[in-house]
């Protein structure tokens, strides 16, 4: 649910930014549900399950918090990371 909604956060704050850069705010948008959405899914699939087979063996409550919402650290960083590449220019 948390990611769901930093998902849609992040599209809305491409959509507003393309606004005010003169771009095609749906297509930029699209772009910032991407840069959030496949880092997020690649985070998952590689990187979550060792996460959580390390939180089996020792659990804590910093570990848990890791392997359960380090996918949306991941996703945001490279929303913002690809946002600021995407309007260098303006």
Known sequence: MLGTIVAIAIAYWFYKSAEHA?????????VGFLAFLIPGIVWTLAVTPG??????????????????YAYIMVGAL?????KFLYFKNN
């Open 51 to 68: 996460l959580r087979d390390a939180v089996q063996h020792n659990p804590g409550a910093l570990s848990v918090i890791l392997a359960k």
């Open 78 to 82: 490279c929303a913002v990371g690809i």
């Open 22 to 30: 003169n771009k095609n705010p749906l297509k930029t948008g699209a």
